[in-house]
């Protein structure tokens, strides 16, 4: 049997461990409480921040807007477009135009194909400097292509690449390729 002193001791321990418990999740809840206020007082900071930043955006615009307005009267001379200054369309645009003057460079044209000019026969291609035929170097599908590269271009890159072959030299000063081809004939 149990003696009656430790049997309320343990009650009391128990007791003193259900209070600190009860006080620990009161505790935390409270800190939770303090957490989601500051974020929420974070966050009516920013929204306050941008509509300050709005509102000195605004009263920039229209003090720039002011100040547009006082030297297009004073100094630039600007006024708002009459509605008879606007053009119905295109040719209206085109009527204002000038001819060219003689010194004028020729006018940039784009190009553009006519659907009735697509079913005419293919021309050659024709150099613009001379006038000739231009063939075009056709490569066949049996020929490698890194082939090729490498035949018309091996020479220049092994000439230009930045690697070169080592010209270290062994402690007996014979060159390295030396050394190791004497050494696999002994």
């Known amino acids: ?40 007082a974070e966050r009516q900071i920013i929204a306050l921040e941008r509509e300050t930043l709005l509102l000195e955006t605004e009263f920039q615009t229209r003090a720039s807007q002011r100040q547009l307005a006082e030297w297009n009267a004073v100094e630039l001379g600007y006024k708002a477009p009459r509605a008879d200054q606007y053009l119905d369309n295109e040719r209206q645009l085109a009527s204002l135009g000038q001819p060219r003057g003689p010194d004028a460079p020729a006018p940039i044209r784009v190009a553009r194909t006519d659907l009735a000019a697509a079913d005419a026969p293919k021309r050659d291609m024709v150099s613009p400097l001379s006038g000739e035929p231009v063939t075009l170097a056709a490569v066949s599908a049996s020929d490698d292509a890194g082939a090729m590269f490498t035949e018309a271009f091996g020479d220049f890159l092994i000439e230009a690449s930045p690697i070169r072959a080592a010209n270290a030299a062994t402690p007996s000063g014979r060159p390295v390729d030396a050394a190791i081809i004497g050494e696999a004939s002994e």
Do not use: D, Y
């Open 1 to 40: 049997m149990i003696p009656n002193g430790s049997r309320t001791r343990q009650v009391g321990w128990a007791t003193v461990l259900a209070a600190c418990v009860a006080l620990f999740a009161v505790l935390s809840f409270n800190v939770h409480a303090v957490k989601s206020e500051v974020q929420l």
